[in-house]
């Protein structure tokens, strides 16, 4: 009897010797916060990192690796925060709210509204069709059936609700439209029956199936005397979507926008694709969701619609969306109606966010204010350095290292020009191109052509799909220049149409040369000459602008002419070699090949930097 009391109780010294706490860490945190987990001493957690090898003081951000070996020393097990960890993998595509919610315990799963965007080429209806459905179909009886618009509403078919994304006729729509494409369970492509597939057709096809959404065609405008719905059927089935009465998969519903026809049918099947997927989320589970659009309101600050897409989103809740947070001071559905809570796949509009959010940025819940402020800091210093890596504009050539990388397997362009007579001839020869060039796989993919300017949407889509932009005898409108700087797009104007095809084979071929690129970065004036045995004529000058470096080149300015440039040969501050001399101070400075410098003189420094070709 004795002898087991003693052995259970040499068990139980073990067990609690040896009991290790489970403890869920960020991405990255303060060695103040790390402590205040573990409800240990900011001291100790020093101490710890040390003895590691890692010196960091209490305010000092320390990454998930550090704090996992601290927590183990510490006895805690450490996991990854659940969403951080989602955020960290690299799967292309598809979106962390829908990893999130495989992530799920299945038991946890509950049916919820399926999400719809519809896409298509400009102008086949598809803000048209929104807005019958929109009419038709949103639950009207609430609040008189005045619905806000707040960029996604609620419809209802068979008593079933089903969530609309409405953002199409938005500016930023073109760049969100792979987004868009992410945050629907369903697309609806838009085809117009006397149009048929078009480039943007084609590129919305190809973002859904990126993204792994289902598709159900609606070939609008059937209503049209030269609707030609077999064409289109044809052309749908050329492009992979074989409709479903020519045996394939692809639910094809014709209607009419204008005339409101069809908009059953085309809910039915809408209902009937999600069906087969499984729409599904835990309201329970960790809040996470998708900005669909946001801006600032002169009286009521920054107002953001949002679509939760897991777990239930509360009045109250701290939010990091992207690099913005806030405290949900009120929220309210697409009615108008201030709500306390929102579950998933319903759209609400919010206050209380501090900045304005990046439609398209997923958002989630933290815990506190003090951790959604670290967060975003942090995402700000990552975006700051992964910018300042990365500011080489999208060129011809850069799209090639990135096309032999096999980061991408096309030269995607977008083409506009004045008219169409000029149009067809660039866009096939460009055509032609790609076909010669297969054999090492090359392709020119031009992603849309169309006449007139470079709009600002065209830059947006090809920031979206990392095209560059070439025009023939147009021009790029100023709101297309700001953007295209802003997202580093190159645009390419000719008026020689040669000369355009000519870049892109050059393109294709890796050809392209390298711009040498000059920057002024100072001018000196010349207030003394001085005769050196060794060196010959030196200037003494006063910086008057910039810098001058040693290895950098001079322009000699003598009464606004130029008369000579070269390289400096050498650069002296107070008899001494010297790198560079700054705005102010004096310098004496020899140049390589030229000895006849004059008191009065100017000196204009340049560099010359070897750019990719833009
Ligand atoms: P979006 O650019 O795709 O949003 O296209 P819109 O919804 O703005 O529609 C473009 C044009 O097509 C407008 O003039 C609409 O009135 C017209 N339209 C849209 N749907 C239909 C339709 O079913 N039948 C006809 N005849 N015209 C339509």
């Known amino acids: 009897m004795s002898e087991e009391t003693k052995d259970i109780k040499t068990e139980e010294v073990i067990e609690e010797e040896a009991v290790i706490k489970d403890i869920k860490l960020p991405g990255s945190l303060s060695v103040r916060d790390l402590a205040t987990l573990m409800e240990a001493s900011p001291i100790e957690v020093i101490k710890v990192l040390m003895a590691n090898g890692v010196m960091a003081n209490i305010n000092q951000t320390i990454d998930f690796d550090a704090a996992a070996v601290v927590a183990s020393e510490m006895g805690y097990e450490a996991s990854l925060d659940t969403v951080d960890q989602l955020e960290a993998e690299d799967v292309g595509e598809i979106p962390l709210w829908k990893r999130m919610i495989a992530n799920e315990d299945e038991k946890d799963l509950k049916p919820r ?3 719809v965007t519809i896409l298509g080429h400009v102008d086949h209806g598809k803000t048209t069709l929104l807005d019958a459905i929109r009419q038709a179909s949103v639950v009207s009886e609430e609040a ?8 996604a509403y609620q419809a209802k078919h068979n008593d079933r609700l089903i969530t609309f994304l409405d953002t199409p006729g938005h500016a930023a729509f073109t760049a969100m439209r792979s987004r868009g494409a992410q945050g629907a369970d369903v697309v609806i492509l838009v085809v117009a029956a006397d149009d048929g597939v078009m480039p943007q057709t084609k590129e919305a096809l190809a973002h859904a199936k990126a993204a792994q959404v289902p598709i159900v065609v609606a070939l609008n405008k059937i209503d049209k005397e030269n609707a030609n719905p077999e064409l289109v059927k044809k052309q749908l089935a050329d492009n992979g979507l074989v409709p479903d009465d020519w045996d394939g ?3 094809v519903v014709p209607v009419s926008a204008k005339q409101k026809t069809g908009l059953e049918d085309l809910l039915e099947a809408i209902l009937l694709v999600a069906d087969n997927v499984e729409i599904m989320a835990n309201p329970d589970g960790i809040v996470i969701g998708t900005v669909i659009e946001a801006e600032r309101d002169p009286s009521r600050g920054v107002v953001a619609t949002l679509l939760v897409q897991n777990g239930t989103l509360n009045v109250g ?15 309210f559905d697409f009615y108008g109606n201030a709500i306390e809570s929102a579950g998933p796949s319903t759209p609400i509009s919010v206050l209380g966010l501090k900045e304005v959010p990046a439609a398209g940025d997923p958002f989630r819940v933290v815990d506190s204010e003090k951790d959604a402020r670290s967060i975003v800091a942090e995402r700000k210093d990552k975006q700051k350095a992964e910018k300042s890596k990365s500011i080489k504009p999208l060129t011809l050539e850069s799209m090639f290292d990135a096309f032999q990388a096999g980061e991408v397997r096309e030269l995607r362009l977008i083409v506009k020009a004045d008219v169409q007579g000029s149009l067809e001839p660039i866009v096939s ?8 060039d297969k054999e090492g796989q090359i392709g020119v993919h031009i992603l849309q052509a169309g006449t007139g300017n470079i709009s600002e949407n065209d830059i947006a889509l090809a920031a979206a799909s990392k095209a560059v932009v070439m025009g023939f005898n147009v021009e790029a409108d100023g709101s297309a220049q700001k953007a295209a700087e802003r997202e580093g797009i190159a645009i390419r104007l000719y008026n020689i149409i040669y000369r355009l095809t000519e870049d892109v084979e050059k393109a294709l071929k890796g050809m392209l040369q390298p711009e040498e690129r000059e920057t002024i970065i100072g001018k000196a004036e010349v207030r003394a000459i001085f005769k050196s045995t060794r060196l010959g004529k030196i200037a003494g000058c006063k910086v008057v602008e910039g810098e001058v470096r040693r290895n950098a080149f001079v322009r000699v300015l003598r009464n606004g002419k130029e008369i000579y440039s070269g390289a400096i040969s050498s650069l002296k501050h107070d008899k001494d070699d010297v790198k560079d001399v700054r705005e102010g101070f004096e310098c004496g400075i020899n140049l390589k090949d030229y000895d006849d410098i004059q008191e009065g003189d100017i000196l204009e420094a340049f560099i010359v930097e070897l750019v990719a070709a833009a």
């Open 429 to 436: 020869s460009l055509e032609e191109m790609s076909a010669t």
């Open 144 to 151: 008189g059936g005045i619905t806000q618009h707040i960029g």
């Open 249 to 251: 998969d692809t639910i």
């Open 317 to 331: 809740d701290v939010l990091v969306l992207g690099t913005s947070h806030g405290k949900l001071r009120a929220m």
């Open 113 to 115: 509204a399926p999400v």
